[in-house]
């Protein structure tokens, strides 16, 4: 029988990120008691399976309002359709009604998730062996996953703890020039980041657009967490400060409605000039590419976003207000039962602390010893807690850290996880 | 504002089959009475938009007659899920069903559409810059972009008139490795080929998989129109008749059901050896590479065609029955207007000639004058009929050839199609 030596295979390359979230699904399929602080998934209650069926119902109406007859709607949820999908105009109004972002219908891309979005972001943007990209650091492991598929570059840019600093942002894209590559784009998360919980002020965020107009940088702003702040301040995506077309806008509906739709998609309004002084839009060209990826997106689960849409008036905003307080009232729960187990002066001496994030998934605790994948096991084993290394999504640091997430668990697992993890925490600090 | 140079953009790279089906989109679009021959998709209207809903309540059905909780249909619906997907237990059944394939079940891994299947199996396979993928050729123009947007190389291997030649191969394989390139895989469509139309031969399917054991190298056997033969006589899968795991079975659902679900699939049972002597199966070795492109397939996808294969007793073959006439009818109806039209002498005096397929969606016809973008123009403005050039399908070739498509069109339609086109090449021959 044939076998193939995984030397051989590109997972070989590939291995880090893989290897870590295996680990990770492995260890909590083997402790299956253990209350998962680790597991970013958004909570499972908000929907029931007969809302599929209703969601897409209420686009099927959605598209005979509008006068389409029974061939049409039948041949745009079930043949080959448009690349770049058929929500453009939803989306497009969605991201005015919530957020003030006004870009044309075109320049939305619906993608198989916000993971195909990143990767024909990279793809496009990275055309040679000199093309690399930035990216905050810690860093979502989707980025640097399907980097490390396409085989582009990612140098980090290490977050302060205030978050993002946008001078270091220009002195990493000066020094990667220095050394003969080019810098295309710089991807964050600007609000409650994944994995770090940090937002970017809004004197941060109007910087930033200067210095990748300066530094003649894209933004790829990855937004999945900005519905679900503690508050209601302002928070203004990068995309509606954007007056010189410098972001590119990953949006996804895995929190803001539920991951098993494979739902995401890609604002790009930038212009393209060929050779010939032809103009395109962004958007149109990299259809191209994902083209090649996976067709389109398929037609049967963009008619459940679509549904989510029509019934809410295309605001996320309004659909999401039942999720919004689960999810503050499991961050504030989360941050309690810190306050609560890990009670100063106590904390201090023992070099424990936390940042404390305006609103998400996720909150960072410093730990005076390694949290690795060997300590996880013990946690998990004799404490009956998982949390994630924060090594994880570093290519090379967070080794006192560990991230813990409050999104899938209800308070009283959240309190109870905490508690645990303090008994990890005084055994070994 | 931000313009973007095109030469800066890796859709630069990707030119060639973008622009060739930009241009046919193009036509279509601007000529739209004109009849498609050259639309290669499925035939609309053998389902209704109802039948979504349907299919999805089968296979929810068919999880809960299994005994899952509530809790765990909605989590296996509206969740992440496992990045292989969920229905490979159903294909597995149906590959033993329909076709003789017996693997396990964990070597299936559902995909966004067979596309996607390709993407990565070729990502897992050609790991290194030396490492090059061998293609049929003429070849589905699918295969080519996917190696564009990884950077892979394809190696054409030409396609005899009576198919593709194993010994063929085996010199192209042997050439490639003496400019120090390892050929990896050969690609293949082994059952009425995506342009060309032709079938191996049973012998031939025995020898190809011997030279693919000499030359080591994989078979990607691509199969979306193995059931839609003009007779029935058995084509074994080359998948079928390995014994060796030599064969990447790709699979889709875009003919078999519809398009718009987005699901295709990939069998992949060979084992991979780490360094440390550890086994693993190919599909979850590749399942890293997945988990980077579109996390999972989209569940509620994965519902409808799991619904197709429950309400068929995971049998293609019988949930086809009715499109299979229909497309016997509609090769039929080409081939009689082919002879009705081109009649001879005349036609071997202008050098018209055509392949008999036995079965599938296509037909190749030769023309003494060059097919290119410019007569497509033509032809749709003033004779009123598209076809697709097969240069579009060649790195270099197919000049004066045409690919006729009868799969979208009522049989009236392609009479009529073929007689515009006979008035077409009564004046360019």
């Not at 602080?37 to 209703?54: E, K, M, Q, T």
Request: proline content about 6%; some cysteine.
């Amino acid at each position: 029988m044939t076998e193939l030596s995984r030397a051989d295979l590109h997972t070989s390359v590939s291995d880090p990120v893989a290897t870590s979230m295996n680990f990770l699904n492995e260890i909590a399929g083997r402790y299956p008691d253990a209350i998962s602080l680790a597991a970013g998934r958004p909570y499972d209650g908000f929907y029931s399976v007969g809302d599929i069926a209703r969601y897409q119902q209420s686009y099927v109406d959605h598209l005979r309002a509008r006068g389409l007859g029974e061939d049409r709607v039948r041949g745009l949820l079930l043949q080959y359709g448009r690349t770049n999908g058929q929500l453009g105009e939803l989306i497009a109004r969605m991201l005015e009604v919530d957020q003030d972002i006004v870009v044309p219908a075109d320049s939305v891309m619906v993608t198989a998730g916000c993971q195909e979005a990143m990767v024909i972001a990279l793809r496009a943007l990275c055309a040679g062996p000199d093309d690399v990209v930035l990216a905050a650091e810690p860093c979502y492991v989707g980025l640097t996953g399907a980097a490390r598929i396409l085989g582009v570059e990612v140098v980090p840019v290490p977050e302060a703890p205030g978050g993002l600093d946008p001078e270091t942002v220009a002195e990493v894209a000066a020094r990667v020039r220095a050394r003969g590559k080019r810098p295309r784009a710089l991807y964050l998360v600007p609000n409650f980041s994944n994995p770090s919980g940090i937002s970017l002020p809004v004197a941060v965020r109007s910087r930033l657009l200067e210095v990748a107009g300066e530094q003649d940088l894209l933004l790829l702003e990855d937004d999945p967490y900005g519905l679900f702040g503690l508050d209601d301040e302002p928070r203004p995506a990068l995309k509606s400060l954007d007056t010189e077309g410098r972001v590119l806008y990953l949006g996804s509906f895995a929190k803001s409605c539920f991951p098993g739709a494979r739902v995401g998609f890609l604002v790009a309004d930038q212009t393209v000039v060929d050779e010939h002084g032809g103009r395109t839009l962004l958007a149109d060209e990299m259809s191209a590419i994902k083209s090649m990826l996976t067709v389109n997106t398929s037609p049967i689960s963009q008619a459940v976003i679509g549904g989510v849409l029509v019934e809410s008036g295309c605001s996320l905003r309004a659909a999401n207000r039942d999720k919004l307080a689960f999810y503050r009232h499991n961050l504030r729960t989360l941050l309690a039962a810190l306050e609560e187990h890990f009670p100063q002066p106590d904390r201090d001496d023992r070099g424990v602390r936390w940042n404390v994030p305006g609103g998400g998934f996720f909150a960072v605790v410093d730990v005076p010893f390694a949290a690795d994948e060997k300590l996880l096991e013990l946690s998990a084993e004799q404490f009956g807690v998982l949390w994630t290394p924060m090594s994880f999504f570093y290519a090379d640091g967070g080794h006192h850290a560990l991230r813990l997430s409050c999104s899938y668990l209800e308070a009283e697992q959240i309190a109870e996880g905490v508690r645990r993890l303090s008994r990890l925490v005084a055994e070994n600090a």
